[in-house]
């Protein structure tokens, strides 16, 4: 088990899926956990609750990471409830389907505004309150590095803008003692991209390992990342996406 006792996190997008498994994962590794939702608050309160039968404290926060005034006031909100930040993790995220010259630029913007502008805008008001040691760690997707079939442009692009994002950020924390790392799932069991899902096997013949990853696999990478034993990692980009990108 990693320690991270004592320490106080963020994540967006905590209420289902990936989100809620780094979550719980580092909740279980000992860190409180805030995190936000749009609108599953059902799934949210058992989010909080597994957390706080673990004996960490929990803050669900109702937060809309396309809208820049509820960025800066879920993270005010949590660093009120959890008294200070150590570790950011940018999960929440949205996806778009259709071909470029399909998409409705509202549309097209949302997926910018959610994916791109909230993990900055997360970083932007979380940074005044990391101490030396901090952490920020957002959630990218291998379709940034690869793109291995059409319809699926604009996600790419957004989830691609991150590693540039990771890596100069990187530079500008690495004097404060701060990390800053990408993790880039593969196709993962969520109620977005269910193994069960109609374009599941062709994603699992993509990969290496001939399946789907679990949440749980992505957040236990969080979790070291998030810890003492990469303290010297940053500016990193990890796909997790069962070899389907080697």
Same mark, same amino acid.
């Given at each position: ?80 409830? =959890? @008294?200070?930040?150590? #570790?950011? &993790? *940018?999960?929440?995220?949205? /996806?778009? $389907?259709? !071909?470029? +010259? ?70 500008? =924390? @690495?004097?404060?003692? #701060?990390? &800053? *790392?990408?993790?880039?799932? /593969?196709? $993962?069991? !969520?109620? +977005? ?54």
């Amino acid at each position: 088990m990693i320690d991270l006792s004592g320490k106080r996190a963020l994540v967006t997008g905590g209420s289902r899926g990936i989100g809620a498994a780094i979550a719980l994962a580092l909740a279980e590794n000992g860190a409180d956990v805030a995190f936000t939702y749009r609108r599953s608050a059902e799934k949210s309160d058992a989010v909080v609750r597994s957390i706080e039968s673990m004996g960490r404290r929990a803050v669900a926060i109702q937060a809309d990471s396309a809208a820049p005034e509820a960025i800066t006031r879920s993270v005010s909100q949590a660093v009120s409830a =959890l @008294g200070g930040l150590d #570790i950011l &993790v *940018n999960s929440a995220a949205i /996806g778009h $389907t259709g !071909t470029i +010259a399909e998409i409705d630029v509202n549309d097209y913007q949302a997926v910018m505004d959610v994916n791109v502008r909230a993990p900055v805008l997360f970083a932007t008001a979380v940074i005044p309150h990391l101490p030396e040691g901090g952490r920020i760690i957002t959630i990218g997707s291998a379709l940034g590095e690869r793109v291995p079939f059409p319809g699926i442009t604009v996600y790419a692009m957004s989830k691609a803008a991150l590693t540039s994002f990771t890596r100069g950020l990187s530079r500008e =924390l @690495g004097p404060n003692g #701060i990390t &800053v *790392n990408l993790v880039q799932p /593969g196709a $993962t069991n !969520t109620d +977005a991209n269910p193994a069960d899902g109609e374009a599941a096997d062709f994603q699992r013949s993509l990969t290496s390992l001939g399946r789907y990853a679990e949440p749980r696999e992505i957040a236990n990478a969080v979790v070291f990342l998030a810890s003492p034993a990469a303290s010297v990692i940053t500016g990193a980009i990890l796909t997790a996406d069962g070899g389907a990108t080697a």
